[in-house]
């Protein structure tokens, strides 16, 4: 089983950024596509994954403003988020879903906050 441990939550400005990270505990990123999720009150949505080969896709509320990108050697993938909205408020998790098993693996989530 994979942990996953996130950080870079916070309370941000409107139009502010933030970096989120989710480190593994292991070196998985060539087995595993690793996505960001949110959940605010209501159903958990996708916001941005990036696949084992580096692929990447976003979720339309946030393409133009969050990137996700991973660093191997950290075993570590980030999400920047800028021009950040009140509407992003969530809690976001980190996911690691097997590429080719059914192993599905997630983060504790980071609580995001956007106001003035």
């Known amino acids: 089983q994979v942990q996953l441990v996130e950080s870079g939550g916070g309370l941000v400005q409107p139009g502010g950024s933030l970096r989120l990270s989710c480190t593994a505990s292991?070196?998985?990123?060539?087995?595993?596509?690793m996505g960001w999720y949110r959940q605010a009150p209501g159903k958990r949505e996708l916001v941005a994954r990036i696949g084992n080969r580096g692929d990447t896709n976003y979720a339309d509320f946030v393409k133009g403003r969050f990137t996700i990108s991973r660093d191997n050697a950290a075993n570590t993938v980030y999400l920047q988020m800028n021009s950040l909205k009140p509407e992003d408020t969530a809690v976001y998790y980190c996911?690691?879903?097997?590429?080719?098993?059914?192993?599905?693996?997630w983060g504790q989530g980071t609580q995001v906050t956007v106001s003035s």
């Open positions: 996911n690691a879903a097997g590429v080719w098993s059914s192993s599905n693996c």
């Open positions: 292991r070196n998985i990123f060539s087995t595993y596509v």
